[in-house]
């Protein structure tokens, strides 16, 4: 006769009781969450180096070396000197050499024309770091459940953003026209795409970084107010290095080397002059060194707005990020002003451009830690 039995033991079956099993949330911290956010950090790394490499190709004059895109062959550079010289004598054919730099021998051309293959050339690693990091996961099977879409989307940006670049650089592959440089608010839409890649990036990253079960708790002390203010700070950070692409475009930041004033007036002079009026929002170096002056101390006032309000957060480390975002932004304005005081070096430049980087990511990881804050003890928040 069999012993007695709890009523709550399972009557069918053997009598064994199986292994409990984690829900799918509770595996959000597996190896293979572990493994794409690694990878999607190398790709942000060469997505900033991207950007670095290709403010200076800008910097040094060197994106029009190269007048074809060719996305295949064009990996491989001139192997001979006969292969420098059509090279050599493609880019004579266009205004740029016609204009500016006619006094340009073989040696020459070969120091622009690295810059500007090397750019290409990282492009493509790029590309090819996504595809192997994308499909091997995806054939492996490792891709988190809905994260297919979301890590299909950097790539087919990064093809979208190949496209654009050659739509830039052909605005200055021009003979006869008088181009010496690319059309700034192509060169806008080519860098603003870049920081659409990276802020993608990092906002996958920064979910990767927690278990699922964590981000769903999260949401539900989510602070509205502040997800909303710092929402708006990233659309206007956004215009604000779109605006920078603009004068960087047109060495705008070399035109007016005094600040507060610009020419020792508040407005600068013959800032309308070119006709038809519209012109002169892009290409009038004083307008648009202007306007971007003012988005600057608009944007830091705003910030100082976001700023006061993300003090008030219950959460340590969501004032703490708002606390750096307040930093950078201050920082960001001083070196913006030293770029403007010594002529835009192109020490100076980069390095603005480069904090423009810092800016937007401690934006994004503000507004992440608005919409999924990381709870904290009692004692730890007094603390």
């Known amino acids: 006769m069999s012993g007695k039995r709890s009523i709550f033991e399972e009557v069918s079956g053997d009598g064994k009781q199986d292994a409990v099993q984690p829900g799918l949330i509770d595996r959000g911290r597996g190896g293979a969450r572990r493994a794409i956010r690694a990878w999607l950090m190398v790709l942000f790394a060469l997505v900033v180096a991207m950007?670095?490499?290709?403010?200076?190709?800008?910097?040094?004059?060197?994106?029009?070396s190269i007048t074809e895109w060719r996305?295949?062959?064009?990996?491989?550079?001139?192997?001979s000197e006969a292969d420098w010289q059509s090279e050599f004598d493609k880019y004579k054919q266009i205004d740029q050499w016609r204009i500016q730099n006619q006094w340009m021998e073989l040696a020459d051309f070969k120091q622009i024309y690295w810059w500007e293959w090397g750019h290409r050339q990282l492009g493509r690693v790029i590309g090819l770091v996504w595809a192997i990091g994308f499909f091997g996961f995806l054939f492996a099977r490792q891709i988190p459940t809905g994260w297919t879409t979301r890590l299909l989307i950097p790539g087919l940006l990064g093809g979208v953003q190949g496209a654009?670049?050659?739509?830039?650089?052909?605005?200055?592959?021009?003979?006869?026209?008088?181009?010496?440089?690319?059309?700034?608010?192509?060169?806008?839409?080519?860098?603003?795409?870049?920081?659409?890649?990276?802020?993608?990036?990092?906002?996958?990253?920064f979910s990767l970084g927690r278990s699922e079960r964590d981000l769903m708790q999260a949401r539900r002390a989510k602070e509205a107010k502040l997800f909303s203010l710092s929402t708006g700070l990233m659309h206007f950070a956004f215009l604000q290095i779109l605006l920078g692409a603009l004068v960087a475009g047109i060495d705008a930041g070399r035109s007016f080397t005094d600040w507060p004033l610009m020419g020792g007036q508040v407005f600068p002079p013959d800032a309308m002059v070119l006709e038809p009026v519209w012109r002169n929002f892009f290409e009038s170096p004083g307008l648009v060194q202007f306007i971007h002056r003012c988005a600057g101390y608009l944007l830091m006032a705003f910030g100082v707005v976001v700023w006061l309000r993300g003090r008030s957060s219950a959460h340590p480390q969501t004032r703490f990020a708002f606390n750096a975002v307040f930093a950078a932004l201050a920082l960001q304005i001083v070196l913006g002003i030293a770029t403007v005081l010594y002529a835009a070096p192109w020490q100076v430049a980069i390095l603005h451009q480069l904090l423009a980087v810092g800016v937007w990511v401690l934006i994004l990881r503000a507004r992440f830690l608005s919409a999924h804050p990381i709870a904290t003890s009692l004692r730890e928040t007094r603390s």
Do not use: K, N
């Open 51 to 64: 950007i670095v490499i290709g403010g200076l190709t800008r910097l040094t004059d060197s994106g029009l």
């Open 71 to 79: 996305p295949i062959t064009g990996a491989v550079p001139p192997m």
């Open 164 to 205: 654009v670049g050659w739509w830039m650089v052909a605005s200055g592959v021009t003979q006869g026209e008088g181009m010496i440089a690319v059309a700034s608010y192509r060169l806008a839409v080519h860098l603003g795409l870049a920081f659409v890649i990276l802020g993608f990036l990092a906002w996958y990253i």
